[in-house]
């Protein structure tokens, strides 16, 4: 909460100070410019939500944002589910399979240099082109898929470390009761992974948003607020404050889905120690 | 679960141990091997650092496979008694997982073999009551002192009831008076469930106090230079730690160690950890 009111000060105090057209060092426009366009006063952010979008419409802009928002949460929820089932499938085998680690996990981190801007179109097409019976792939899905495609590598990484970061003594204890490896796996190493994998679950939730958000402005899906960001920013020059709302409420979401993930490392963790805590 | 009569609790015939074998820096952890421990006994293995009597302990669980020579555990081949769960094992550090509430960590082994949850409840409650800890079954391991926590590994290793207990410096970390408690706790509870038990130590008061053998073993090769009968009777209390025969038995297990050189072999090669 400071730190947002610091934010603010910060954004409020560049605007009474700030050059009116930028600052130009050596010829280079460096210091961004401080006039009303460019950076509207936080107020005015503020009361913007209150209007309607456009003349044409009454409904205040904080619901079509929120309307948004809900609609790319959803695309993201999903996103992230994908990712974590492929990231957490990977892991095992990686952790299962010393040859499987080798050979894939270079694979997964080219995977990730790819720009998901060139991907977006290409995972558009594939989906259009499945048909698999009664099944028609909805355009959404191919937006859901960018942002698993996001959130499925620190899961990967994250789970494959937890899982092969189980105490020597524990994993001989499960060997003196002849425990399978499969046993091992859920009554062992996963617990003990936990700590590993939360931090992991943290960084994919917020790149599923991340993810979706540059899926739905590269795809043109209608609907979400990665949508919205980009119909407002073609209005900056006539209604500056418009842009930023719709970015808010793509940061909120992020901030709204790293929440989930907390909620569960609570729950997770609720009966293990808490160094940290003290 | 126990043997016909007669049978071994455990007999080690020749066995040898070579750690890195063919390689550069090959290790001989154990050479020429041979005990027999009937069922009843309690026998500690004693000696310095790099003796090769962890591994010994390991390889009577399989946890590791012998160079030469062979295990045999409750009459059947190491493997076999370890996938028959013939034995519980308590190490140094209790390793209880923390995850798990005291019940469901004594619960553990009866649970990778598939008992019910009523029937794995009551054994659980039954050997905290053993291991006198009734009160702190919904606890969690980190809210427990190091004794207590020994205790309910204890508990989790005997949970199966296993003919045999082995033990690898289980009361290492403690400190002297938790740890004589511990030592009257041990023997009270192998008593009552009639358990056979290997325990690596290096105190030698702790060797003597508990066991009925204590086997001293030198490095460079680990081999066994003596074994020692302590006659100190069946029923051995905190009285038993001030008689001259106790003291007579900790002077005799000292002098067995003493021509023994500490092998400076370093890291230890009780800690050297095969490649799996």
Redesign the interface.
Known sequence: MLALLLVVGVWELYKLIGPQDGGTIFGWTILPRANDTAMPHVWEMLSRYAQPENRASDTPILIVVLQGAWFTFRIALTGLALGTAVGLGLAVLMARFKVVERGLLPWLVLSQTVPLIALAPLVVSWGGRLHVGEFEWPRWLSAAVLGAFLAFFPVAVGTLKGLTSTPLASLELMASYAASWRQTLFKLRFPAALPYMVPALKLAATASVVGVIVAEISTGLAGGVGRLIIEYAREATSDPAKVFTAVFGAAALGLVMYAIVTIIDLVGMRNRPREAAE | MSAPEGTNAVEVRGLSKVFNAGRPGAVEALVGIDLVIRPGEFVSLIGPSGCGKSTQLRLI?N?TEPTTGEVLVNGKPARAA????D???A?Q?A?L???R?VTKNVE??L??KGWDRAKRRARALEMLELVKLSEFADH?P?QLSGGMQQRVAIARALAAHPPLL?MDEPFGALDEMTREHMQTELLRICAETSTTVVFVTHSIPEAVFLSTRVVVMSPRPGRITDVIDVALGPERTVDTRETEAFFARVTEVREALRGIQPADVEPDIEQV?EER
């Open positions: 669980a946890l370890r996938l028959d769960q034995y519980g094992m190490f550090q390793g997982f923390e995850w509430s553990l082994p649970e990778l969690f980190w082995l950890v």
